[in-house]
């Protein structure tokens, strides 16, 4: 009776949301989430798509329902250099400023659900536990780019792509998950983009990732699918 009556107090089309229990959601209370659903649609894009552009104005954001998004910045020249990636859960957007800071891109089919920048910032300032839930994903964040300054700045190229298979199956298996044992993901970047964000050349991450196949440390399938026999080897690989 008392699950019945907390679906009931869930809008309809967030009932099924993979990513309710997750992210900035889990925290909203029904009033709250209601709100925030009142106002929100979802949308559907395609791998290479484009979701926002550095320096756009910000007039809203998005939660990461399904997919993978990149990250990137472009220097006056034309150069651009992919800074981070984006999984479900996620919130994409950066909040309260007025412009982008970056450039976002679908790296593989995404779902979002969008919602407008005022409704969120309202939320957020009458909510302690959204305020809480969103520096803690800050913070995490900011660690994960520390250490990321590691593996860019003192890690081999072995280890390096390593870590960056070892950093996707992490975020596909979510935030919260343990990884363990044998583990599967879709790889949703392409050898450049894998190159760009790990510094090396494209033959480099090549060459890299046939050893780690040699070495029956990962196998790949219909190009993309990636199994992962025992994640510990590939933690030991990353360094």
């Not at 009458?126 to 994960?144: C, F, H, I, V, Y």
């Not at 792509?161 to 993901?185: C, E, H, K, W, Y």
């Not at 760009?196 to 050349?201: N, R, S, Y």
Request: aromatic residues 2%; hydrophobic residues 40%.
């Amino acid at each position: 009776m008392e699950l019945q009556s907390t679906q009931a107090a869930v809008p309809h089309h967030c009932q099924d949301c993979q990513v309710r229990n997750h992210g900035i959601c889990a925290v909203l209370n029904s009033a709250e989430l209601i709100q925030l659903s009142d106002h929100s649609r979802h949308t559907f894009h395609e791998a290479g798509d484009a979701l926002t552009m550095e320096s756009d104005e910000v007039t809203g954001y998005a939660n990461v329902v399904d997919g993978v998004i990149k990250l990137s910045r472009v220097l006056r020249d034309g150069r651009q250099q992919l800074v981070g990636l984006q999984f479900a859960s996620d919130l994409m957007g950066r909040l309260f400023a007025s412009e982008s800071p970056i450039s976002a891109e679908a790296a593989s089919s995404v779902e979002l659900c969008r919602m407008p920048k005022a409704v969120l910032e309202n939320l957020v300032a009458g909510s302690p536990e959204l305020k809480q839930r969103l520096l803690d994903q800050a913070l995490l964040d900011l660690d994960q780019a520390r250490e990321w300054m590691v593996t860019l700045g003192r890690k081999t190229a072995s280890e390096r792509v390593a870590s960056l298979l070892l950093l996707i199956a992490a975020r596909s298996a979510g935030r919260d998950t343990q990884l363990a044992g044998s583990v599967t993901f879709d790889l949703p970047l392409v050898r450049a983009d894998m190159a760009d964000f790990l510094g090396l050349t494209i033959e480099t991450v090549s060459r890299q990732i046939s050893k780690l196949r040699n070495e029956n440390i990962i196998e790949i399938t219909s190009h993309r699918h990636v199994v992962v026999p025992d994640i510990e080897r590939l933690k030991r690989r990353a360094g």
